[in-house]
């Protein structure tokens, strides 16, 4: 009889085990990797999920064989027999947790240790957070400023990180690594990527109204190409005479609509109407524009609250940049 349980709970245990299995091997959970640190936090990944598959399946045999077996009558109201605990038994599922728990830790201490080292010679990338969007800058190229994150493939690269507002935080799922951007505090993460394409940054910490607009394009491409990107970049002078480009790259879309670039946002002032707005501020359109980008809280669009646009454009975005959206928004040279 005793012998029968065993072989039974094992049986019940081993195919809820292969039934957990599947689930978490055959739906994609995790991004395919394309970092380093990804591939030695999906280490981590299974390490964990294959302990607790074991657990689990333990636990579940044990309970559906007593469900099964040891069920009352529909009559029975009488209690239980009386158990006064097993001293062997607690022993056992106090020591094995510790030390799955022990190990676990031990794991993880050891790939957050890896994932943080930048090795010797990492290449450096500010990252520039603000509602709602991310601005690059590479050191050692004429501080070349992007709105486009541009890596090379099997370089370490140290990411240090500012944010110009509120908290947010830096995520790129296929490369696993996140990171939080504090106003105030320096923080910084690594990472290696390992193969060439395209991915998205995004801000993983609610900002405000606009952030799940705060994304970025991500690209990793071969070493000599980033050569060429560099100097590509350097020779056009960035995208600061593109009116367009600071649009999109600014996030302004996020929170206006303005149907030349397409966008729906409804936060804020539909961007269609700023020659009616400016006539009732009583200003000419382009200074208008201007100095609803530099001190939004001056004049509001009727309806509108002081505080949500973010005050600080006059500072992030170059004067060029500036005369290069009231250019487009105003569809007028100045
Ligand atoms: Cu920035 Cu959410």
Redesign the pocket.
Known sequence: MRRGAIVRITGIGIVIAILVFLVAYLIPWLPTPASEQMKRIEHVYWFVTVICIFIFALVISVLVYSVLNFRSPPEDESDGPSIHGNTGLEIVWTVVPAILVIAIGVVSAIVLSQNGNAGTNPMTIKVF?Q??SWRFEYPGSNNLKSYELVMPVDRNITFKMNSAD?I??FWIPAMGQKQDLVPGIDTSIVITPTRTGTFTLV??????LG?AT?RAPVRVVSQSDFAAWVKDQQGSGGTGTDGAAVFSSAGCGACHTFTPAGSKGAVGPNLDNVAADAKKAGEVPAAYVKESIVDPNKVLAPGYAAGVMPGNFGDSLSAKEIAALVTYLTGAKQ
Do not use: D, I, K, R
Not at 203 to 208: H, I, K, Q, R
């Open positions: 957070a509602q709602f509120v947010h935080s801000c993983a910490e609610l900002c405000g952030h705060m």
